[in-house]
């Protein structure tokens, strides 16, 4: 079977005006092209169910695009969602007028502003802006400010909390929002515990409703020294900008309400506090990290000794520090095993390990 004969000119000399993105309106059965003089526009008079028609307008892009009627192997999702596409002809998948091939395209690690404002034509939708905005090429460009904006707007109908807290945490990336939508979000963070992950994520040093320095702050502050690693993160945790994102931390980690927000946010205290960690990253037991926290303090390095030495209270703080930075889903696996709890009885669950991690927190919290 083919395509109506009237169809199948319109298409063709669209394509032969070298479109740059096409998309299909299944609903209205409508076939449009994206050209550098705008929009075209191809009415579709299906001869049979319109599933099939638009199978066969697929198989004849794919045709001409490809050379191969087969069209995009959509059966390829997981592969291409996980970004691992080629990058050359990415332009191509824009052609065939399928969803998915759009979606690979915007996983591709070679994608460009210019294609992922095509994309973006072709297929408007808020995953498809998360995907995108994760490259730094189109973080960069003009479409990364559109694409934030976009996914403001979007944010209040989201109701998966990790779709939110993904959300937040791409759009306050450096550029892509201005000052009235990062406090106008912070403010409706106040309700919703995910955005506040997302600021956790992306404004670890920028938290707003920060309060003034305390006077402990700037006496540390004169005390010790600055190409000392150990205490810059000291004074880092104890400034104003370090006050409000423990005390950010506090707030999400006391009602979490998945497990995903859970390790989350302790992937995001690790890399805090990495620097209490040069080894790197580990994956232990609350246990096991008390008592590595414990030899840390006893044997530790001529930095941490050095802090200890021009301040006689900081001993505790830097054992929570050095606790923190190994935070990992390690802490929370024997509390949870195989479970998929969520709400209340997830919190109940970890309560164990919650508890003693949250006064770990509480005292890096100078009154």
């Known amino acids: ?39 075209l526009k191809v009415e579709l008079n299906p001869d049979c169910r319109d599933e099939q028609y638009v199978k066969k307008v697929k198989e004849m892009l794919s045709g001409h695009v490809l050379g191969s009627p087969g069209g995009y192997p959509v059966y390829l999702q997981r592969w291409t969602r996980m970004g691992q596409m080629r990058d050359d002809n990415l332009e191509q998948l824009l052609l065939l007028g399928e969803p998915e091939a759009v979606i690979a395209l915007a996983c591709a690690s070679g994608i ?37 904006a976009y996914l403001v707007e ?24 201005d000052a009235g939508m990062k406090a106008e979000l912070w403010k409706k963070s106040q309700r919703k515990n995910p955005y506040l992950v997302g600021f956790l994520s992306s404004c670890s040093d920028s938290i707003p409703d920060q309060q003034p320095a305390s006077p402990y702050y700037l006496l540390l502050k004169s005390a010790l020294d600055d190409e000392n690693a150990v205490a810059q993160l000291l004074l880092r945790v104890m400034s104003p900008p370090g006050q409000a994102f423990i005390a950010t931390a506090i707030k999400v980690l006391s009602k979490p309400a998945t497990q995903e927000m859970v390790t989350t946010t302790l992937d995001v205290l690790a890399g805090y506090f990495s620097a209490m960690r040069p080894d790197g990253r580990v994956d232990e037991t609350l246990d096991a990290l008390e008592q590595d926290a414990t030899d840390y303090i006893k044997n530790g390095s001529d930095e941490v000794q050095a802090v200890m030495r021009k301040c006689a209270d900081c001993e505790q703080p830097l054992y929570s520090m050095r606790l923190l930075s190994g935070m990992s889903y390690g802490i929370i696996r024997p509390c949870l095993g195989d479970s998929t709890a969520i709400g209340s009885l997830m919190r109940r669950k970890l309560e164990p390990v919650m508890k003693p991690l ?10």
């Open 154 to 177: 979007y944010l209040p109908f989201e109701s998966e909390p990790e779709q939110m807290m993904m959300t937040v945490a791409l759009v306050l990336q450096p550029g892509l929002i």
């Open 112 to 148: 460009t502003d210019e294609l992922a404002r095509r994309a973006w034509w072709a297929l408007e939708d808020a995953g498809n802006a998360r995907r995108m905005l994760i490259s730094e090429a189109v973080k960069q460009g003009e479409m990364g400010a559109v694409l934030a």
């Open 358 to 367: 949250l006064q770990h927190l509480s005292i890096l919290q100078h009154e």
């Open 1 to 39: 079977m083919s395509l109506a004969s009237q169809d199948a000119l319109r298409i063709n000399v669209l394509l032969a005006n070298k479109p740059q993105a096409i998309r299909i309106h299944e609903s209205s059965m409508t076939l449009y092209g994206l050209s550098e003089k705008g929009e």
